[in-house]
T-cell receptor
């Protein structure tokens, strides 16, 4: 148990569907992150939120829309995805962003398949 | 662009053998973290190294940060089947607006056979 939970764990959606991924952290952290993990590629940082404010958008297509209502919850809203968006989506949290010594803790991920 | 190269990509060994995994970059990192990830799960943090030349031990795992903070190694002594997994290194960026964000290597997939 890492203190970061993600739901759902598995998701299959069509290209015209709209779905949302949810992440919750119970560690008292103030920064939350979305990453994408595809086969044969390094983990790619997508978004960073620090104290509910988005501080990083790593050139992510607009079909991915993050939302951070408070420091404990993070959502990733998905619409009109492409098959190449199929991947493991990981959420992480840390005490704050912007500090290299603050370690990041990951959730178990959502395995997304776009058909 | 900061990149981290991990080697080897795949490693299959027998229980009881020793192994070393390498993480190299041409860039300097403020800190470097090692994670282990099992299939269908998220990465689990093993250790963070911060100071150049630092050595940390976690039971049979020994982590070293290079003097110039550009590279790191993970040595496992007497590997066990429970060590099987994907080992990821991640360097923390040390400049500009992305300070603290992690750059990940592609990982080393380790299989330890009984």
């Amino acid at each position: 148990e890492t203190g970061v939970t993600q739901t759902p764990r598995h998701l299959v959606m069509g290209m015209t569907n709209k779905k949302s991924l949810k992440c919750e952290q119970h560690l008292g952290h103030n920064a939350m992150y979305w990453y994408k993990q595809s086969a044969k590629k390094p983990l790619e940082l997508m978004f960073v939120y620090n104290f509910k404010e988005q501080t990083e958008n790593n050139s992510v297509p607009s079909r991915f829309s993050p939302e951070c209502p408070n420091s404990s919850h993070l959502f990733l809203h998905l619409h009109t995805l492409q098959p190449e968006d199929s991947a493991l989506y990981l959420c992480a949290s840390s005490r704050e962003s912007g500090y290299p010594s603050y370690e990041q803790y990951f959730g178990p991920g959502t395995r997304l398949t776009v058909t | 662009t900061q990149l981290l190269e991990q080697s080897p990509q795949f490693l299959s060994i027998q229980e009881g053998e020793n192994l070393t995994v390498y993480c190299n970059s041409s860039s300097v990192f403020s800190s470097l973290q090692w994670y282990r990830q099992e299939p269908g799960e998220g990465p689990v943090l093993l250790v963070t190294v911060v100071t150049g030349g630092e050595v940390k031990k976690l039971k049979r795992l020994t982590f070293q940060f290079g003097d110039a903070r550009k590279d790191s190694s993970l040595h496992i002594t007497a590997a066990q089947p429970g060590d099987t997994g994907l080992y990821l290194c991640a360097g923390a960026m040390n400049y500009g607006g992305s300070q603290g964000n992690l750059i990940f290597g592609k990982g080393t997939k380790l299989s330890v056979k009984p």
